[in-house]
């Protein structure tokens, strides 16, 4: 069996899902798993909600927006079974209540945010039953159990393989269309696997379910070098090896979710990234290979903060304040993307999340004397040359500067 990941720019609009049913009903439309994330920018819809009602604004005219807009979808596709619109409404209230509850704010946040991948996934299947598609709706979070780690679930692998064995059955006569991003707890909440995780989700499945191959469909002709939006003569990598492409997401190429690869490299499946717009195209394969001489890769990764830690009493920084420093970030589930230390200082770059980061500020300043810069860019170069190392090296407001045998990091003011 196969597994196919739509994201959001996939199914935006009616014309778009009208488009995921042509490729799908290009391949074999059974032994085919289908991820599917919240339409268009949802997501961010959803995230101005919770934003809204955790800080108990009015948010009537936001929840409207996001109910209008996937309304709006149902009818162009001519959607007009009562059953089908009437457990549409029910996840509309559903997703009501979910902002309207008590709790800490990433707890209420993953309770929300994951409705956009519920209803997605809801519409997408029945435009397919309304083609005469078999296909079967199923809920990923009655298969991916994770802990209770609020916005970065941690995933329970023994667990989630085992409830997944019975999707086998299914995919025999079938597909099935579930959603990415979201999983629940062994009490039944629901959490999130981290921004932009339907990747991850994809991964998951294919490598519980033994899956052949895993198809992640975007808006750009594969793996490119560099975001094509920032350096028009960006080229497509062919193929890439896991190695290669796990480094790229972990220095921020959003292309691919940086928790993707690693399960389906230690099973062996390859994941191909595809054109959704022009599926002719060959994308890129990663998989097991050697690839020489790759063309230097370069990622830009916005909404960074800077945070220096400095000693108060002039002692110089050691193992102990080191230690003090990690346990803060561990204790907050913050990841640092670049790190570097000075005799008397320790600074950090990490991706900029109210109100977790001032959170870190705070615990941290009862040890040391800390400064922060928000609002910058970290921009990392792999598999640097000559050329492209002078360039971005000698940009203008460099606050940060780290570099090794093969990769260049700075971090800028915009």
Request: charged residues 20%; aromatic residues 8%.
């Amino acid at each position: 069996m196969k597994v196919f990941k739509f994201g959001g720019a996939s199914v935006k609009n009616a014309a778009a899902i009208q488009n995921v049913a042509a490729i799908v009903k290009q391949v074999e439309s059974n032994r085919l798993l289908i991820v599917v994330s919240a339409m268009g920018k949802t997501t961010n819809a959803l995230e101005r909600l919770v934003h809204l009602a955790y800080n108990n604004q009015n948010f009537d005219a936001a929840l409207h927006e996001i109910i209008s807009y996937h309304l709006a979808i149902i009818d162009e596709l001519h959607i007009t079974d009562p059953d089908f619109l009437a457990l549409i409404h029910t996840q509309f209230e559903e997703l009501k209540q979910a902002a309207t509850q008590k709790g800490e704010y990433d707890f209420i946040y993953d309770q929300v945010v994951a409705q956009g991948e519920i209803l997605s996934s809801l519409i997408l299947n029945k435009h397919l039953l309304q083609l005469g598609i078999r296909s079967t709706w199923i809920d990923a979070r009655s298969f991916i159990q994770t802990d209770a780690t609020w916005r970065e679930g941690k995933v329970d692998w023994e667990t989630s393989r085992a409830r997944m064995q019975g999707l086998k059955k299914i995919l025999q006569s079938q597909l099935i269309v579930t959603q990415g991003f979201i999983g629940s707890t062994i009490n039944g909440q629901t959490t999130t696997l981290g921004r932009e995780g339907s990747d991850y989700s994809a991964a998951l499945f294919a490598a519980c379910l033994s899956a052949e191959s895993v198809t992640i469909w975007k808006d750009v002709p594969g793996v490119m070098s560099a975001d094509p939006k920032r350096l028009p003569h960006a080229v497509v990598f062919d193929e890439l090896p896991y190695q290669e492409a796990a480094e790229m997401t972990y220095y921020g190429a959003s292309v691919i979710h940086p928790k993707t690869i690693k399960p389906l490299a230690n099973s062996g499946i390859p994941l191909l990234v595809k054109n959704f717009d022009n599926p002719t195209l060959p994308g890129t394969r990663i998989h097991a290979s050697k690839v020489e001489k790759l063309p230097p890769l370069i990622v830009f990764k916005e909404n960074q903060c800077l945070i220096s830690c400095k000693v108060t009493d002039y002692s110089f920084v050691n193992e102990e304040q080191l230690g003090q420093i990690f346990t803060v970030l561990s204790n907050n589930n913050v990841r640092m993307n670049v790190m570097q230390n000075s005799a008397i200082s320790f600074s950090f770059c990490t991706d900029f999340r109210e109100p977790k980061i001032f959170q870190v500020i705070e615990a941290l300043s009862k040890s040391f004397e800390v400064y922060y810069n928000t609002g910058l860019t970290l921009i990392t170069v792999k598999n640097y040359d000559t050329a492209t190392f002078a360039e971005y090296r000698n940009r203008t407001g460099v606050l940060l500067e780290q570099s090794s045998r093969a990769t260049l990091q700075v971090l800028v003011r915009h």
